[in-house]
């Protein structure tokens, strides 16, 4: 084991109070802590780098969910990536590069059987946050499994310029489809959704007129609809959607902020008269899938027919600045922080 006495402190994010709406930078406070002495079967990380997503604000209210409410006054969780500084176990050795579960946090002492060991020759460390990580396999089980994609379908995706929205793109046309379309706010994202990530037609939700528009976009109508927003999108997406076609449910960030019930679309029936497949999904459920999709997504990123942008802010410090400007839409792809060598 290597002498972890030069990492003996670690910064890391809490959240100090429950946000009611839009959570607030108040809501978080910055804490120096001691990093543990290592038992026998775990390992010293130094994280290098870690993921703000949109389910995150699901996780600050102490409400029932699929996935317990953060505590108050400890440090938040995110998946991350990090070097193994120390090691108690020899499964994982010093050097490794691992990804895990414990971001918002400099330094972070697991148990081995909680990391995994990544291979940074196939791809960058930061890629097993995004495209290979669960975003990635967020779109691949969406369109290969929960709504499944058929060749010659019209496919919309919400979020379109979003971390699991531009790899959704460009994996429904791998898989067949005659036309993707994406939905995206400002003419800045949706000019990259037709540049870089291979969609077909998008639409700009900032301009109103959802339904118009994705009419416009697809006037024979949708096959397959990824969810990531519900709301006015998945009114507009049901409207649109021709018998059989199938819907897959990924989250509702237009009501994530909400303080009082969101209201759902008002054209269920349409859904039923149509046949439509409509299925929620959490990634957590298809983690299974984790090797069938890097070992083609890999190789995409590597040749250049996968193309992945990124948001990076710099700092632990600046971790709950960059979760708040992504609630707000400010990112374009993943949004990541990369983080330091900590305090020594």
Excluded: C
Excluded at 136 to 157: M, N
Excluded at 291 to 319: F, H, K, M, N, S
């Amino acid at each position: 084991m290597n002498d972890i006495a030069t990492h003996t402190v670690s910064r890391e994010i809490h959240l100090v109070s429950r946000p009611v709406g839009a959570p607030v930078a108040e809501d978080f406070a910055q804490v120096t802590t001691a990093v543990p002495e290592l038992a026998e079967g775990q390992v010293l990380v130094r994280n290098t780098w870690m993921s703000v997503d949109p389910y995150m604000r699901g996780r600050m209210d102490d409400a029932p969910s699929y996935i317990p409410p953060f505590p108050l006054g400890v440090a938040m969780e995110g998946s991350a990536i990090g070097d193994v500084v120390a090691s108690r176990d020899a499964s994982v050795p010093v050097g490794a590069t691992v990804s895990h579960f414990l971001g918002w946090r400099e330094y972070a002492v697991l148990d081995a059987a909680a990391v995994t060991v990544v291979d940074t020759s196939a791809a960058r460390p930061q890629d097993y946050l995004g495209a290979l990580g669960t975003t990635g396999l967020t779109a691949y089980a969406a369109l290969t499994r929960v709504a499944p994609v058929r060749e010659g379908d019209v496919v919309f995706i919400s979020a379109a310029a979003g971390a699991v929205g531009s790899v959704a793109g460009q994996l429904a046309r791998k898989l067949g489809a005659s036309r993707v379309i994406g939905s995206a706010g400002g003419p800045a994202k949706t000019r990259k959704l037709l540049d870089d990530f291979g969609y077909d037609a998008a639409v700009d939700y900032r301009q109103g007129r959802l339904g118009e528009q994705l009419a416009q976009a697809a006037p024979k109508g949708i096959d397959v609809y990824l969810d990531s927003v519900g709301g006015d999108h998945l009114q507009a997406a049901i409207t649109a959607i021709r018998p059989g076609g199938r819907i897959a449910l990924v989250g509702a960030i237009s009501g994530y902020n909400t303080t009082e019930p969101a209201p759902g679309p008002d054209n269920l029936f349409q859904a039923a008269a149509k046949e439509v497949t409509l299925r929620g999904m959490l990634v957590s459920s298809y983690f299974t899938l984790f090797p069938e999709w890097i070992g083609q997504a890999a190789g995409w990123l590597a040749d250049g027919t996968l193309r992945t942008e990124e948001t990076v802010t710099e700092g632990i410090e600046e971790a709950p600045g960059a979760f708040l400007g992504m609630m707000r839409g400010t990112n374009t792809g993943k949004a990541l922080v990369r983080l330091g060598a900590g305090q020594r």
